[in-house]
């Protein structure tokens, strides 16, 4: 079983709609989650960035990480068609020292106009 | 600043050949990271380096795959020989020693296919 869990989609809405985009994880150490977003043939770049629980919030994109089902979320709202790309999320311990990210496979998300 | 670069963007090749990818970081960035993403296994760390120096090469799939920097603003990834479960697209990342947010810096990655 892989530390971490992401359905890989396709995720297909309209566009306006609220996206949810989930992460499982089974490593009960892990403190620091991250939504990286992909365009299409591109490196991913860091969208979203929280420590521990709780939620955190950036215009339009709304992380929520809980710890104790081990489970994180990216919510989209008001999704537009320049959102569709592979969604990734990642997350590592917080152990001192540097500490390797362990990412998801990633959701594709499409919006369609 | 133009980003992480890397060489060639695309790279097709047949089994048994030797392919050596090419990877610049952002100036100033002390850590080098190597990942491969395939659809089944996602992204995947190979290798990373601090200051130049290998730290950890556990993700570095067998001998087949090497990995060297010589220097702070190049670094390759070689397969020799490479065969067709190679194909991917190799990523290179960089981050600074201090960051609040974990920020890696990705490059525009390499598509390897190996016929």
């Known amino acids: 079983q892989k530390e971490v869990e992401q359905d890989p989609g396709p995720l297909s809405v309209p566009e306006g709609a609220i996206v949810s985009l989930n992460c499982t994880y089974s490593?009960?150490?892990?403190?620091?989650f991250m939504w990286y977003r992909q365009y299409s043939r591109k490196g991913p770049e860091l969208l979203m960035y929280?420590?521990?629980?709780g939620n955190k919030e950036d215009g339009r994109f709304t992380a929520q990480v809980d710890k104790s089902s081990k489970y994180i979320s990216l919510f989209i709202r008001d999704s537009q068609p320049s959102d569709s790309a592979t969604y990734l999320c990642a997350m590592r311990t917080g152990n001192t020292g540097f500490q390797k990210l362990v990412f998801g496979t990633g959701t594709r998300l499409l919006v369609s106009p | 600043d133009a980003g992480v670069i890397q060489s060639p963007r695309h790279e097709v090749t047949e089994m048994g050949q030797e392919v050596t990818l090419r990877c610049k970081p952002i100036?100033?960035?002390?850590?080098l990271f190597w990942y491969r993403q395939t659809m089944m296994r996602g992204l995947e760390l190979l290798i990373y380096?601090?200051?130049?120096?290998?730290?950890?090469d556990s993700g570095m799939p067998e001998d087949r795959f090497s990995a060297k920097m010589p220097n702070a603003s190049f670094s390759t990834l070689k397969i020799q020989p490479s065969e067709p479960r190679d194909s991917a697209v190799y990523f290179c990342?960089?981050?600074?020693?201090?960051?609040?947010?974990?920020?890696?810096?990705f490059g525009p990655g390499t598509r390897l296919t190996v016929l």
């Open positions: 380096f601090n200051n130049n120096v290998p730290i950890d």
């Open positions: 490593n009960s150490a892990f403190q620091y």
């Open positions: 990342a960089s981050r600074p020693r201090q960051t609040s947010t974990d920020t890696q810096y």
């Open positions: 100036s100033g960035h002390d850590y």
């Open positions: 929280t420590y521990s629980s």
